[in-house]
């Protein structure tokens, strides 16, 4: 039977387009467009809050759907149940007024995230492309610009209809064009078992891990390595998400004009999308161990910038910092567990990490804790630096997992018989 099999650049294309409206219309712009849905519909920054925190648990403790629906129906269904989700949530947002509906649709969209977003892309680019640490360069790039894109959407549909509602309707129509074309360019690529995936050929013979084919999940969980790249990933998330959600608050409180502060926040989203597309080129040839040293050395100095910026020098240090975070630490991670773990299993550990790291949701409601105790951001931004050198130097300390060798499972005890 005929199957159509577009070129791996359509599919890239595609697969990128739908992680630009994902990203241009969740935790970038919804900061943006949420302040005028609190005044209209009278909510409190309480409720607002909770739906930003909601948004992060649902992609989390989502992130192993779709590793499940991939495995059991195929990427192009798959994304299609994303995309469903994605402009179910931005429609429901769209008509909103209550707030329940409100904390409905974040929870929906959330889920759609990690149904249709990462998860897949990295699964299928990483088995169509063999420069995968480019590929990967290039699509958290373009997904990055999304976050740019998203505040930009924003302030257009708002001067054209002097309202926020048409901004979600916006995103529901790019949803499904995007979703349609993603699972459109799949469907026939990408049908390969689990089985048929060969692991990645490394560039550097030191990276070779012997055995690495016979590395299954449960072994994978039971290295400390495996939870050091979690760690790593999941305290760029918080520090991340605590960032965008106080930033902008803290530094008007120090004497920013909220303009410059809200221009921070852009600026680092441009630096970390084009540091996405430098950082997967020189993934060919840096080791993804360096490349989270850099990661979490950059997001180290970024916050403590943060915590004590009032004027250009020490923002600029939040924001390049950040920025640079930011662009290396997705591909660090998704490299580190190929290069350790191969490719058989990856899905599901990438699943399992997307679904640890759930934990960095509670950042924002921690961070208002803080800020209510307390009266200042400051604290909160230096515990996130000092947290962030810690997992600088167990990365440093850390090497790849010796596999131990088990004859029952080998796949070479059928051979030896």
């Known amino acids: 039977m005929f199957k159509l099999r577009p070129h791996p650049w359509v599919t890239f294309a595609a697969l990128s387009l739908l992680f630009f409206v994902v990203s241009a219309g969740t935790f970038s712009s919804m900061g943006v467009v949420l302040r005028p849905m609190v005044h209209e519909l009278g909510w409190n920054w309480h ?11 649902g992609c989390g403790l989502a992130s192993f759907v779709p590793a499940a629906l991939i495995r059991r129906i195929g990427v192009p269904a798959t994304l299609l149940i994303g995309t469903a989700m994605l402009a179910g949530g931005f429609g429901m947002l769209a008509v909103t007024h209550a707030v329940w509906t409100y904390l409905a649709a974040t929870t929906l969209i959330g889920v759609a995230f990690a149904v249709c977003a990462t998860v897949p892309g990295t699964h299928v680019l990483t088995s169509l492309f ?16 999304g976050g740019v894109a998203g505040p930009v959407i924003y302030i257009v549909t708002q001067a054209l209809t002097h309202g926020w509602r048409a901004y979600w309707i916006v995103f529901v129509l790019m949803a499904v064009a995007s979703g349609l074309f993603a699972a459109a360019t799949t469907a026939g690529r990408f049908d390969l078992p689990a089985e048929d995936i060969v692991p990645p050929e490394q560039v550097d013979p030191v990276e ?66 084009g540091v996405s597309l430098v950082g997967g080129i020189a993934g060919e040839k840096i080791r993804p161990k360096t490349l989270m040293l850099i990661a979490l050395f950059t997001l180290t100095l970024g916050m ?31 490299m580190l567990l190929i290069t350790y773990f191969g490719k058989k299993s990856n899905l599901e550990l990438y699943s399992i990490m997307s679904l640890m790291s759930t934990s960095a949701a509670l950042g924002p409601y921690v961070g208002g804790w803080v800020r209510d105790t307390y009266g200042s951001f400051v604290g909160l931004f230096l515990f996130c630096a000092a947290t962030a050198a810690v997992m600088l130097v167990a990365t440093w300390f850390m090497h790849p997992p010796a596999l131990q060798f088990d004859p029952e499972n080998s796949p070479l005890q059928g051979e030896a018989a």
């Not at 409720?47 to 648990?57: E, K, R, S």
């Not at 803290?250 to 999308?273: F, Y």
Request: proline share 1%.
């Open 47 to 57: 409720q607002a809050g909770m739906g930003y925190t909601l948004l992060g648990v």
């Open 208 to 273: 070779l891990i012997e055995g690495l084919r016979d590395w299954t999940v449960r072994r994978a969980l039971m290295t400390w390595q495996f939870y050091v790249i979690v760690a790593g990933y999941t305290m760029y998330l918080l520090i991340n998400t605590t960032a965008h959600g106080f930033a902008v608050e803290h530094l008007t409180e120090r004497g920013v004009d909220p303009n410059v502060a809200a221009g921070m926040l852009s600026l680092e989203a441009l630096i970390g999308a």
């Open 304 to 334: 403590a910038g943060l915590a004590e910026a009032r004027g250009y020098g020490l923002m600029l240090a939040y924001a390049v910092g950040m920025g640079i975070g930011f662009g290396l630490t997705f591909i660090a991670s998704t």
């Open 130 to 145: 063999k420069r995968q640490s480019t590929v990967l360069g290039a699509y958290f790039t373009i997904g990055a610009l």
